[in-house]
């Protein structure tokens, strides 16, 4: 396999689909091409199936594990959600530090001396989002 070739997709397991689906829609402004039962997919620059959400019950029947619900902020992935400039970054904390409920676990964009911009944001049930641009200008 070619990793140049492969497209990746990132699938978030969720307990509540219709919560998340309004999150990810309705706050972070994401557009669904499909919410029906226990699946969703969103549409992102990267193409079909980039970014989609599966029902935790339901994936843990299908692969025949015990169901275990998470608590807290998940500390085993996070999703980084790129924009193009610094200035984005700043605007976009703005804008969703103007909702209610949205949470951030690290506070107000910060600058790295490596040369990322970033923020993150926590979902309702706990997943990590990193907002941020590698480019000043």
């Known amino acids: ?4 070739k492969v497209k990746i997709g990132a699938c978030i397991l969720v ?6 689906v309004g999150f990810y829609r309705d706050t972070l402004g994401f557009e669904t091409q499909w919410t029906e039962g226990d699946f969703a997919e969103f549409e992102t620059a990267s193409g079909e199936l980039s970014f989609f959400m599966y029902s935790r019950k339901a ?3 299908a ?3 015990r169901y275990v619900p998470p608590e807290g902020i998940n500390q085993t992935f996070e999703i980084a959600l790129w924009l193009p400039r ?3 970054v700043d605007e976009e904390y703005r804008r969703l530090s103007a909702k209610a409920g949205v949470r951030f676990p690290t506070g107000a964009p910060v600058t790295y001396p490596f040369g990322i911009r970033n923020f993150y944001v926590a979902d309702p049930e706990g997943n990590l ?5 590698m480019h000043e200008e």
């Open 86 to 88: 610094y200035a984005d």
């Open 63 to 65: 692969i025949k594990e």
């Open 129 to 133: 989002l990193e907002i941020g641009s």
């Open 1 to 4: 396999m070619n990793g140049k």
């Open 59 to 61: 994936f843990a029947e």
């Open 15 to 20: 307990e509540d689909m219709a919560r998340m």
